[in-house]
Every structure is written in structure tokens, then in C-alpha cells.
T-cell receptor, first 109, second 118 residues
Framework: GIQVEQSPPDLILQEGANSTLRCNFS?????LQWFHQNPWGQLINLFY???GTKQNGRLSATTVATERYSLLYISSSQTTDSGVYFC???????????FGKGTRLSVIA | GAVVSQHPSWVICKSGTSVKIECRSL??????MFWYRQFPKKSLMLMAT?????????EQGVEKDKFLINHASLTLSTLTVTSAHPEDSSFYIC??????????????FGPGTRLTVL
């Protein structure tokens, strides 16, 4: 099946810093989603982005489908941004999302 | 975005008992729902795909007799952990795909159920 790799696995930032999280996938995708899992375990949808670029406030994402990677940018990070960021993809049809191992982000004041 | 609820949010039970977890899509109909399991500091692993009106499809290595899935309506799927044992303790998360026009089949997740088996 499709493989999803995320980097870095862990990231510690000072409040106000910017960061880039990467997601590589091993095959073509028709769905790619970014999630933030908060400390209570809730997965929050950040972006649905199988291709192109989207922005939502301090967050933006870019997926280059032909090169099989996606990037999540966090600008002016805040302590509330802490948690785990997951990239998940669908390879074909209506198969379920396959998750990467996530990037654990800690933003310190 | 679409809303998916789960109940209960946490449950503690004795070894040998069965536990039922409900997953509901609140503002859309879902012919397909998914059940994931997550261990501490690990990623989500798909357990099964729940199909309305038909049998669930289980991933390799998941015991279908232990994890019973019923998708009786377009808004409700249930996962029953039968004869639970301590090794079944985990965080169980359901999700549903929003197939409404303009929703692009985006997948939304419930808040999860934390199961502890004593």
C-alpha cells in the first residue's frame, strides 16, 4: 500500500517562530488532508489539499502532486499550536485515509 | 465542516465485559464510516471500514469476532469490543466521509473514545 512519511518527527519552537512540516507519499493520491490532534485527542481538519496551495490564517499548505509531497507552514507560532500534526492520504477511489506517523510540535513561551 | 460525534468519550470496564462505542454523523449522511485505533504517541491505524447495510471490511490482523461493527443507519455506526482484555485498552476514533456536493469526500473525525480495561 501507499507509504506516508512525515518530517521532522519532533519539533520544538519558540513562540513567534515559523516552521515547515513535510509529508512525502509513495504513490499518486486523490485526497490529502492535514490534521492537528489536540492534547485531548481530537483530530481537527486543517486542509483538504490533494494539489495546489491553500491558506487559512497563520497556516498554509502546498501539495506538489507530481513530486509526491506536501508542506504545511505555520507562521508566528503560538503555544496553542502545540500537538501532533498528521498528514493522511487516499491512494485511489474511496479507500480510507492512510496516516503518516505525525510531527509532534511543542511551542514554548 | 461536517460534525462527527462519538459516545462515550471514555470508559473503564472490567476484563471480560463488552463495550459499545457509538459514532454518529450529525449533519450529513454517511454510507461509509471508518474505525481507527491509536496507541499512546503513535499514529492512527485503520481497523475496519463500516458500510451501511452490509458487512464491515476489516484490516488484516483485526479480529472481526472481537471488534463487532454494525452500521444500521446512514448516520450511526457502532463498534463493540467483546470480552475486552487489558490489551484492548486504547483510543478508538471513528470517522466519516462527507460526500455531499462540494465536500470533496473530505474525511471528518469524532472526538475519540478512551477505553481502559482493568
Amino acid at each position: 500500500g501507499i507509504q506516508v512519511e512525515q518530517s521532522p518527527p519532533d519539533l520544538i519552537l519558540q513562540e513567534g517562530a515559523n516552521s515547515t512540516l513535510r509529508c512525502n507519499f509513495s504513490d499518486s493520491v486523490n485526497n490529502l488532508q492535514w490534521f492537528h490532534q489536540n492534547p485531548w485527542g481530537q483530530l481537527i481538519n486543517l486542509f483538504y489539499i490533494p494539489s495546489g496551495t491553500k491558506q487559512n490564517g497563520r497556516l498554509s499548505a502546498t501539495t506538489v502532486a507530481t513530486e509526491r509531497y506536501s508542506l504545511l507552514y505555520i507562521s508566528s507560532s503560538q503555544t496553542t499550536d502545540s500537538g501532533v500534526y498528521f498528514c493522511a492520504v487516499v491512494n485511489s477511489g474511496n479507500t480510507p485515509l492512510v496516516f503518516g506517523k505525525g510531527t509532534r510540535l511543542s511551542v514554548i513561551a | 465542516g461536517a460534525v462527527v460525534s462519538q459516545h462515550p468519550s471514555w470508559v473503564i470496564c472490567k476484563s471480560g465485559t463488552s463495550v459499545k462505542i457509538e459514532c454518529r454523523s450529525l449533519d450529513f449522511q454517511a454510507t461509509t464510516m471508518f474505525w481507527y485505533r491509536q496507541f499512546p504517541k503513535k499514529s492512527l491505524m485503520l481497523m475496519a471500514t463500516s458500510n451501511e447495510g452490509s458487512k464491515a471490511t476489516y484490516e488484516q490482523g483485526v479480529e472481526k469476532d472481537k471488534f463487532l461493527i454494525n452500521h444500521a443507519s446512514l448516520t450511526l455506526s457502532t463498534l463493540t469490543v467483546t470480552s475486552a482484555h487489558p490489551e484492548d485498552s486504547s483510543f478508538y476514533i471513528c470517522s466519516a466521509r462527507d460526500t455531499r456536493e462540494g465536500a470533496y469526500n473530505e474525511q471528518f473525525f469524532g472526538p475519540g473514545t478512551r477505553l481502559t480495561v482493568l
